[in-house]
C-alpha cells in the first residue's frame, strides 16, 4: 500500500510538470487560441489512444467498452472543463481563475465522501488549505478584478475536474487510459468551430505536435495512472504544483518577470505538496 501511494505521488508529480508547460507552449506557438487547442486536443488524442494501443496489445474497442458509464463521464467531464478554464480566461481575471482552480482538491474531497466514501484525513485537507492560500498570494492584488460570468465557468471547471478525479478513484482496476483519450478527442470537437486547422505553418504545426502530445498527452497518461493510486483529494492537491511550475518555465525560458508575491506564493504551494507527502499517517489513512 506505501509502495502504491508513492507510485501515485510521482506519477501526479509527473503529470504537474507535464501539464505546467502550458504557459511556455502558448508563448512559443504564434496562432489564435481556438486552433492551438484543436491541434492540442488532436494530437494529445492521437498519442493516448498509440499508447493504449500498445498497452491493450491492440484491443482498443475492448479497451473503451471498459470503461463504462463512469469512463464517459470522465471523458466529457474532461473536455468540458478544459472548454470552460478557456472561455473562464478570457472573461475574469487570470487570479480569479487560478484561486478558484486551487479549490479543486476541497471539491474533490467532498464528491469523493459523497461518492465513494473517502475520507481524507486531517494532514491533506490543511495542506490543502496552504496551497490555496499560496495561490492567493500569487493571485495578489488582481483576485477583485474579476467578473461573475467568467468566475461561474471556473467553478464549472472546477467541479468537472473534482468529478472526474473521482470517476478515476472509483475505478482503480479498470484503465481510463480510453476516457482521457476521448476527452482529447472531444476537447479538438469543441473548439473546432472557433478554430482555423489549415492557417498554421509546417514549424508550428510541429511546436504544435509537441504541445499535444508532452503536454497534454502526457499529462493525461500520468493523470490517469496515477489517480487510482492515492486518494482523490492527495490527487487534486498535488495538481496544483501546476501554478508556481508554469510561472519558473516561462521565466526560465522567456525571462519573464516574475514579482515577490509569486516567488512567495509558489514556495508556499510547493511546501504545502511536500508536507502532505512526507507527513506519517497512522494506518487508518485512506489512499
Known amino acids: 500500500m506505501q509502495r502504491k501511494r508513492w507510485l501515485g505521488t510521482a506519477l501526479l508529480a509527473a503529470s504537474a510538470v507535464a501539464y505546467s508547460s502550458g504557459g511556455f507552449y502558448t508563448r512559443l506557438i504564434e496562432t489564435d487560441a481556438w486552433t492551438m487547442l484543436f491541434w492540442r486536443g488532436l494530437f494529445g488524442g492521437l498519442f493516448l489512444f498509440g499508447v493504449m494501443a500498445w498497452h491493450e496489445h491492440g484491443r482498443v474497442v475492448q479497451a473503451v467498452r471498459d470503461i463504462g458509464r463512469d469512463g464517459l463521464l470522465i471523458a466529457v467531464c474532461s473536455a468540458v472543463a478544459t472548454a470552460c478554464f478557456l472561455n473562464a ?17 476541497f471539491m474533490t474531497a467532498g464528491i469523493a465522501w459523497l461518492v465513494i466514501g473517502e475520507r481524507e ?18 493571485a495578489g492584488s488582481a483576485i477583485a478584478g474579476g467578473r461573475w460570468l467568467g468566475d461561474l465557468l ?12 473521482v470517476m478515476i478513484r472509483r475505478n482503480p482496476k479498470v484503465s481510463m487510459l ?3 483519450g476521448l476527452s482529447a478527442f472531444l476537447c479538438a470537437l469543441i473548439v473546432l468551430p472557433w478554430a482555423r486547422p489549415l492557417s498554421v505553418s509546417g514549424s508550428d504545426l510541429l511546436q504544435l505536435a509537441l504541445f499535444g502530445t508532452t503536454q497534454f498527452g502526457i499529462g493525461l497518461l500520468l493523470l490517469s495512472f496515477g489517480t487510482p493510486l492515492v486518494s482523490a483529494t492527495r490527487g487534486a492537491l498535488i495538481g496544483t504544483l501546476q501554478t508556481p511550475l508554469g510561472v519558473l518555465w516561462v521565466w526560465l525560458a522567456f525571462s519573464e518577470a516574475t514579482a515577490v508575491a509569486t516567488l512567495a506564493g509558489g514556495a ?16 487508518k489513512h485512506v489512499t
Open 154 to 165: 471556473a467553478l464549472a471547471m472546477a467541479l468537472l475536474m473534482a468529478t472526474a478525479l
Open 178 to 180: 480510453p476516457a482521457v
Open 121 to 138: 484525513d486531517r494532514v491533506t485537507l490543511l495542506a490543502s488549505l496552504a496551497a490555496l492560500a499560496g495561490v492567493v498570494v500569487m
Open 89 to 105: 480566461l478570457r472573461l475574469s481575471s487570470v487570479a480569479d481563475v487560478l484561486v478558484i482552480d486551487a479549490t479543486i482538491p
Open 268 to 283: 508556499i504551494v510547493l511546501a504545502a505538496v511536500i508536507c502532505d507527502v512526507v507527513v506519517p499517517r497512522g494506518r
